[in-house]
């Protein structure tokens, strides 16, 4: 089904958990013979877990994926089924958080032609950090973040898409987008109509258009390069 975008919300970032004491895995070129585990089939963490391997050289067969609902994932690595996780979005902030305080690691994506890679494989992702204090002691961690874009069928009325979008652009509604998703921060203004994986709504470009944002489309293919 095609759908148009009203604005992006927030970012959501990935999350790489190491299980604390195993043989080193500080960087992905080390997940050979490891078993990591991410999201179901078809999900953007599955997609962004193949994407990695390809970006840091690393091939998929030497890799065990196990691909499990989030519940399942943070079993795996807390029980140690897997040695590595591939966690997506905010839904995990807290289990992350739990994990960290039974010493398990995030592992950092610093600048790297690696990165770079990835990030040239899925054009809707962008660079991205944990910030600082976000969990206890922690530095600000590198990695990169996936954009989480409000989205709606093309036969949403175009006066209802803009009364939409000027409705949650409103300061009060900016901070329920907090509040709804805990540790979520809302995206700019100025960056809200960027960088969109597909078009806008009418309604939306209309809004944008009128409050003089800038409006930018990205080149975001169905399947990561090889």
Known sequence: MAVTTLKILYRQPLYLLVRGGTAPVSRPAEWAGKTLVTGPAGSDSETLALAL????????????????????????????????????????DAPVGDLIGHGFTLMSLPDTPERTRLLQAIPALESGAIPPGAYPGLPAISTVVQPVSWVAGPELDPALAEKLVAAISEVHNQSRIAELVDTATPVPEGEAFQRIPVPLAEGAKNFAQSKHLPIALIDCPAEPKH
Do not use: Q, W
């Open 53 to 92: 391997l390809d970006a840091y050289r690393v091939p998929r067969a030497k890799v065990k994926i196990l691909r499990l609902p989030p519940a399942g994932a943070v079993a795996a690595i807390r029980n140690g089924t897997a040695s590595v996780g591939l966690l997506l979005g905010h839904v995990f």
